[in-house]
């Protein structure tokens, strides 16, 4: 952080912070509190039901709310994140259905 860098201020709106983030430069502003977002665009169409023993989900909850997030959305950032890899990781097989993008 720089030595003279400013605090940022309270912006109340959307729109309040639009046209902040239009005027300022950014640079002058001390950003090291932010924390990355992950914006969920895709609509979710599908849902999935399953049994876990109840130790895994106290430790899975536990997880989320360490992250400041919902257990679902752990559990699906964890799926998502593993498919990611996997995909990375091994060729794709043209036999097999196309995944998730």
């Known amino acids: 952080m720089k030595a003279h860098s400013k605090p940022m201020p309270p912006l109340r709106s959307d729109a309040e912070a639009e046209q902040f983030v239009d ?7 001390d950003l090291s509190g932010f924390k990355p977002m992950r914006f969920e665009i895709e609509p979710k169409a599908a849902s999935l039901n ?16 360490a992250r400041g997030i919902p257990y679902t959305r752990y559990v699906r950032m964890l799926l ?5 890899e996997r995909r990375r990781s091994a060729p794709e097989d043209p036999r097999e259905e196309p995944a998730w993008p």
């Open 80 to 84: 998502e994140a593993d498919v990611a």
């Open 23 to 29: 005027t300022v430069d950014l640079s002058e502003y």
């Open 50 to 65: 399953m049994r876990l023993p109840g130790s895994l989900l106290v430790a899975v909850k536990a997880k989320a709310k």
